[in-house]
């Protein structure tokens, strides 16, 4: 069964840091990963998605992520962080089968001081 | 831009009641979902629907859960005899025939069984 890995589950970052937040999955075909972020209180807002293609792919709000499938890692990037990006992040991989339900990982709650 | 609406936003109710959440998906799309997030946990599937039935279902969507398209708008999740552990944030997703295999979000009902 697919699985997603965050290994870190809070994350303080200082405004205009850089930010990397790390995503491993499990899954037996090619997956189709995504990053989603949620606000206090909000939804689930989808920032970027990789089906295939060019590994390095860019999202909304500045984020990017990298698929590499020797890592099975797809790890989510900003090069500065800006206050509004304080928020929980989900990884997440899409069963490329049947009837393609989402798995989520636990989430990373990221925190960005002054 | 079309977008999955959720109602209500926030539904208390006492244990052992019926509660029913509904949702409209984005008019186009084919492929119905509900997930559900316990407070501080990550985002679990429930159930999936297409062409009028269930697709998919999580362990968790027992005999208690029931979804239906009652007129091919709304897309709804009954509980019918609710418990305290059903106390989560819903989230209804729809999505598209075919690629890119893009679910959209609602932004959830708060289900706060007392």
């Given at each position: 069964?697919?699985?997603?890995?965050?290994?870190?589950?809070?994350?303080?970052v200082?405004?205009?840091?850089?930010?990397?937040?790390?995503?491993?999955?499990?899954y037996?075909?090619?997956?189709?990963?995504?990053?989603?972020?949620?606000?206090?209180?909000?939804?689930?807002q989808?920032?970027?998605?990789?089906?295939?293609?060019?590994?390095?792919?860019?999202?909304?709000?500045?984020?990017?992520?990298?698929?590499?499938?020797?890592?099975?890692?797809?790890?989510?990037?900003?090069?500065?962080?800006?206050?509004?990006?304080?928020?929980?992040?989900?990884?997440?991989?899409?069963?490329?089968?049947?009837?393609?339900?989402?798995?989520?990982?636990i989430?990373?709650k990221?925190?960005?001081?002054? | 831009?079309?977008?999955?609406?959720?109602?209500?936003?926030?539904?208390?109710?006492?244990?052992?009641?019926?509660?029913?959440?509904?949702?409209?998906?984005?008019?186009?799309?084919?492929?119905?979902?509900?997930?559900?997030?316990?407070?501080?946990?990550k985002?679990?599937?429930?159930?999936?629907?297409y062409?009028?039935?269930?697709?998919?279902?999580?362990?968790?969507f027992?005999?208690?859960?029931?979804?239906?398209?009652?007129?091919?708008?709304?897309?709804?999740?009954?509980?019918?005899?609710?418990?305290?552990?059903?106390?989560?944030?819903?989230?209804?997703?729809?999505?598209?025939?075919?690629?890119?295999?893009?679910?959209?979000?609602?932004?959830?009902?708060?289900?706060?069984?007392?």
């Amino acid at each position: 069964a697919q699985s997603v890995t965050q290994p870190d589950i809070h994350i303080t970052v200082s405004e205009g840091a850089s930010l990397e937040l790390r995503c491993n999955y499990s899954y037996g075909a090619t997956p189709y990963l995504f990053w989603y972020v949620q606000s206090p209180g909000q939804g689930l807002q989808l920032l970027l998605k990789y089906f295939s293609g060019d590994t390095l792919v860019q999202g909304i709000k500045g984020f990017e992520a990298e698929f590499k499938r020797s890592q099975s890692s797809f790890n989510l990037r900003k090069p500065s962080v800006h206050w509004s990006d304080a928020a929980e992040y989900f990884c997440a991989v899409v069963d490329s089968g049947g009837y393609q339900k989402v798995t989520f990982g636990i989430g990373t709650k990221l925190q960005v001081i002054p | 831009e079309p977008e999955v609406t959720q109602t209500p936003s926030h539904q208390v109710t006492q244990m052992g009641q019926e509660v029913i959440l509904r949702c409209v998906p984005i008019s186009n799309h084919l492929y119905f979902y509900w997930y559900r997030q316990i407070l501080g946990q990550k985002v679990e599937f429930l159930v999936s629907f297409y062409n009028n039935e269930i697709s998919e279902k999580s362990e968790i969507f027992d005999d208690q859960f029931s979804v239906e398209r009652p007129d091919g708008s709304n897309f709804t999740l009954k509980i019918r005899s609710t418990k305290l552990e059903d106390s989560a944030m819903y989230f209804c997703a729809s999505r598209g025939a075919g690629g890119p295999y893009e679910q959209y979000f609602g932004p959830g009902t708060r289900l706060t069984v007392t």
